[in-house]
């Protein structure tokens, strides 16, 4: 069974920091999802991570994939208040459904 | 404009009382897939439809049914809701086959309370 772990699952962090989510995960899996949540919100598509050393990046996001690993991380560079949010990690379990990490609650603090 | 909507966003219910929550996407997605979310647990998925006529368990599929019976609709059916059903819902779909990233794309989610 695919177990997806994320952590921290809460990070505050003053603006113009540097952090990173870390994304692990139990059963090979080549695809994987990052999306970001605003409260009261829908799911936004961040990056799709389709293999083994991919890496996107978006403004002052970074996500890389690790396969081997079964490692993905999302970097963030120089946080911004509008950063504030909860990031969720999502890894693709047979094509059939997808397998969520619990989220990180990102505060970004000024 | 490409997207998912579902419908009511918002529900207050009792005990027992039928309802359905209506998911509709206007993409041509092959799969759609119906998701709850619980404080702590992310999102965990309920069924899932490759195709029309074609629906599968997910991971918490108790208490739920699902049907597809059209290409864009896959209506979430909770014949007799209980408190342990509230929750927040989202509908999801994606297209399959191909060059396809099996991306999903959320609904904006149903507010779910059951009393």
């Known amino acids: 069974e695919l177990k997806v772990e994320q952590n921290p699952l809460f990070l505050s962090m003053q603006e113009g920091k540097n952090y990173t989510i870390y994304c692990n995960y139990s059963?090979?899996?080549?695809?994987l999802y990052w999306y970001r949540q605003d409260p009261g919100k829908s799911l936004e598509s961040l990056f799709v991570?389709?293999?083994?050393?991919a890496v996107k990046q978006e403004g002052r996001l970074m996500a890389s994939l690790d396969t081997k690993a079964r490692l993905s991380t999302l970097h963030i560079t120089a946080a911004v208040h509008d950063l504030s949010a909860t990031y969720f990690c999502?890894?693709?379990?047979?094509?059939?459904?997808?397998?969520f990490g619990a989220g990180t609650i990102l505060r970004v603090k000024s | 404009e490409a997207q998912v909507t579902q419908n009511p966003r918002y529900l207050i219910t009792v005990t027992g009382k039928k309802l359905t929550v209506t998911c509709s996407q206007n993409?041509?997605?092959?799969?759609m897939s119906w998701y709850r979310q619980d404080p702590g647990l992310g999102l965990r998925q309920i069924y899932y439809?490759?195709?029309?006529?074609?629906?599968d368990k997910g991971d918490v599929p108790e208490g739920y049914k699902v049907s597809r019976k059209e290409k864009r609709n896959f209506p979430l059916i909770l014949e007799s809701p209980s408190p342990n059903q509230t929750s927040l819902y989202f509908c999801?779909?994606?297209?399959?086959?191909?060059?396809?990233?099996?991306?999903?794309?959320f609904g904006p989610g149903t507010r779910l309370t059951v009393t």
């Open positions: 991570l389709l293999s083994n050393g």
């Open positions: 999801a779909s994606s297209p399959l086959g191909g060059t396809s990233s099996y991306e999903q794309y």
């Open positions: 059963t090979t899996s080549d695809r």
């Open positions: 439809s490759m195709n029309v006529e074609a629906t």
């Open positions: 999502a890894v693709d379990d047979s094509g059939n459904k997808l397998v």
């Open positions: 993409m041509n997605h092959e799969y």
